[in-house]
């Protein structure tokens, strides 16, 4: 018979009788030694919680296809290895079918997690989303088959997923999060930020720092950011709201609207398939090179050249780069 649990003699188990929201089996673990998170599963998500107090709490969830007995459940899992245990400081929860070419006996197997805030993470699923609240640390995951769901995160934070979307809500330092099939949202964050996606459109609110967001499948929407900005997309329109700051911004298919409120050392904007709209606080010295196929602009303090295409000069005598074009439509700067 193959090993069914590797289990810790130093470790309090718990065996409660299944149902979908109960859990299948609760391991505890002392607190004060656990410093990283080595969390696999094949068919489940992952749940993470940052908390206080001495207890390490693992929940082990398992849902089968319909609806399963514990004696069918525990038969079905003779053909996986699950193992919930610790070695030196890493708790490692890890869960994989040996099954080969029969769904219909697949299962699928939910971690969720009570940990220490201050821990280091390596997760990795393949069936299903992830969930991180209030964390710090290296904090390392991906997935396959679900969203990312993260909230109150700090340190070097770094996930993918290729089948769902991402939402986040209050990140800090260094973020680089990536989907493939899905779109992102992210609210109050600071540090330095990388975001992409190829599948759905990009939210931004309340952000500062260094953000670099790009979609090849959506919109950019993007509101009360400060710092700088570098944003783009290859199917959709940039929609920017109270910024102060640096902005590179490109689309390839869509319009552009911008409220600037103050600009930063510059202030790039291009659309190849729309038109541009800009509010600048047009009382700060500005380089202007602004191009399209009609631009309008209130030309106070300006010095240079200018025709219904192209403006090119300097603005109260001149400062930020400012460079707007529109290939095929109007410019309009207010």
């Known amino acids: 018979m193959k090993k069914l649990f590797a289990l810790s003699l130093l470790t309090f188990i718990s065996f409660i009788s299944y149902a979908q929201k109960e859990p299948f089996l609760v391991k505890t673990f002392n607190a004060n030694s656990i410093e990283n998170l080595d969390v696999r599963t094949s068919g489940g998500s992952i749940e ?15 849902k089968g296809n319909g609806s399963l007995s514990n004696s069918e459940i525990e038969d079905r899992l003779r053909d996986y290895t699950l193992e919930v245990k610790k070695e030196g400081g890493t708790l490692i929860c890890f869960a994989k079918s040996n099954i080969k070419n029969n769904w ?15 821990v280091d993470t390596e997760l990795l699923t393949s069936g299903g989303g992830i969930h991180l609240t209030n964390l710090h640390g290296d904090l390392n995951f991906s997935t396959s088959g679900g969203g990312l769901h993260l909230k109150d995160l700090s340190g070097d934070v770094y996930g993918r997923t290729s089948g769902g979307g991402i939402h986040v809500n209050n990140i800090q330092d260094r973020v680089d999060l990536s ?9 109050d964050a600071e540090g330095e930020i990388k975001l992409r996606t190829s599948g759905g459109g990009i939210k931004l609110a309340n952000m500062r720092g ?3 967001a790009h979609t090849s499948g959506g919109s950019v929407k993007a509101s009360n950011i400060e710092g700088e900005l570098i944003t783009g997309s290859s199917g959709g329109s940039i929609r920017l709201e109270r910024i102060v700051g640096s902005v590179k911004a490109n689309t390839s298919g869509g319009s552009i609207s911008a409220d600037i409120l103050e600009v930063g050392d510059f202030l790039v ?11 600048l606080p047009m009382d700060k010295g500005m380089d202007l090179n602004i191009r399209g196929g009609r631009v309008t602009m209130a030309y106070k303090n300006f010095e240079g050249d200018f025709d219904k295409n192209h403006v090119r000069g300097k603005i ?19």
């Open 48 to 62: 993470v919680t940052g908390v206080s107090g001495s207890r390490t709490v693992v929940e082990v969830f398992v």
């Open 210 to 212: 260094q953000i670099d």
């Open 269 to 279: 904007l291009h659309t190849s398939a729309g038109g541009i709209d800009v509010n």
């Open 104 to 118: 219909k006996k697949g299962l699928s197997i939910t971690f969720k997690i009570k940990s220490p805030r201050n």
């Open 316 to 334: 109260n005598g001149g400062g930020a780069n400012v460079d707007i074009s529109a290939s095929s439509g109007h410019v309009n700067i207010n």
């Open 179 to 187: 989907t493939s099939g899905g779109g992102i949202e992210v609210t």
